[in-house]
């Protein structure tokens, strides 16, 4: 048991810190690029505090721990608006750009109906099995290269904003470092984790809705507590948003492609919960800008994620995890 605990918490730790020496890289990277905030928060640094997910995902996928896979992108997707963003606008009141209102947010509820679509195939087109084919996987991968086209063009129109750089040949070596010691802490975590469904009799979707998708998810969490502290709103909210979609069009886009991934529909309930977490995302920033509206009797320009919406959305995860808990 020591020993399950041990590879888990280790390869965690190795990929939480080796994912945040990349995204310091790679961040410095794109500001000699002289690529935008806004843009770095939907790319460059959700790309970054994605790949634990990826690093889980590719090694389950190769040693066909499918619920695993599938149950770290669902649970990480649904931590990442009721947990992350929650606890960011508690911090402080999180201004929303109004690009990703009306596009970024839409976007991440397209990601999730297509792949709510594509993994039940079995009621769809009355197939045995349900699963992520590669055909599945390559077709995700275009909408991802799609959504990066998209993005890298935002920083034609947004302001630049000048910031502090570090030398290149820095940002280069911390981009390789990361990547090390994400392969490294990758292998471990996807070898503890299977020792612990083992060792304790509980299923791979168990531990990859809770235990795993909180522990691949503490970047997004550092990184939007960072951002919410500095009044960094795009990064904040951007990060989670790039990040959502990436881990549904690239992460799991590969890990179809890779080997494809079989679906047990009882995951539908969390795909759902996701589902929901993204509308109720999206409503909350309307509502939280007509709550504005109605109080000052003025418009105010923007759209806000106040205190009280942040607190209802924790009460929300918290109901989440209770259901899966009992749900074991």
Known sequence: MLITIGATVAGLTLIIKGADWLVRGATNFARHLRVSELTIGLTVVAFGTSLPELVVNVF???????????????GSNISNIFL???????????HVHTSTV????????????????????HIIDDFSVAQLSRTDGITFLGFFLIFLWYTFGMQKVEDEHESEQQNIFISLGLILLGVIMLTGGGKLTVYGAMLFTKTLGISQAFVG???????????ELATSINAAMKQKADIAVG??????????????GIS????????????????????????????TVHTGHI?????????KEGHVIDRKEGILMLFLYAGYLAYVGWRG
């Open 60 to 74: 389950s996928s190769m040693n066909g721990a499918n619920d695993l896979a599938i149950g770290n992108i669902l």
């Open 209 to 219: 809705l809770t235990v795993l998708a909180i522990g691949t998810s503490l970047p």
């Open 291 to 299: 709550h504005r509206r109605l109080l000052f009797w003025k418009q």
């Open 84 to 94: 992350i963003i929650a606890i960011a606008a508690i911090i402080a009141p999180l």
């Open 102 to 121: 009306w596009k970024e947010l839409p976007l991440s509820l397209l990601a999730a109906c297509v792949l709510l679509v594509m993994v039940n195939d």
């Open 256 to 283: 179809a492609t890779i080997k494809p991934l079989i679906f047990e529909p009882a995951l539908n309930i969390d795909l759902l919960t996701m589902i929901l977490a993204t509308i109720v995302l999206f409503l």
């Open 239 to 252: 990060n989670i948003i790039g990040s959502n979609i990436f881990n549904i069009f690239w992460i799991l």
